[in-house]
């Protein structure tokens, strides 16, 4: 029989209430403490344990930052994130190289199951990948859901919420996002 880790990993109806689950959230709870509690100067581009956790290649994360998990996120060479960027990464989540967050930037793993019995009582979610190539902006204030892949030199405005695949070179905005221009 598969783990609740297992079941997560393979896209599976999992639950979240799960000793080992939580376990590595309280591992992930204490790097971005760290991380969010050090001072600029002693940071550098992320607190020691955030970066022992995740990975990255010369990523620069601003305080404060949020991620469920950690060993779920994968951040490429010259990103940046800016202040207030949440990464729910209870599935992979992968940023290529020369990516730049715009402040507030949230990503979602996540779906939790619409049944109130499942998802409240038994904690019952699945995490689909969320994919962000490379030379790609997203403005301040965007959310990213779950399953979405982002195309390499896509732009995606301030605000606006990505529910399904950019292209690579699109220009997005909006809630749903739309393409505004493509390159």
Sequence with gaps: MKTEREK????????????ELEAMRQTARSAVHQHNSLAPDQRGAMGPALAQLLTVGDAYIEAPFHCAYGVNTTL???????AGCTILDCALVTVGNQCQFGPNVQIYCAEHHKDPVKRNEE???KALPVRIGNRVWIGGGAIILAGVTIGDGAVVGAGSVITKDVAAGAVVVGNPARIVEQH
């Design 123 to 125: 904690g019952l979610e």
């Design 8 to 19: 997560m990993e393979a896209g599976a109806w999992y639950t979240c209430l799960d000793d």
């Design 76 to 82: 490429g060479h010259q990103v940046y994130l800016n």
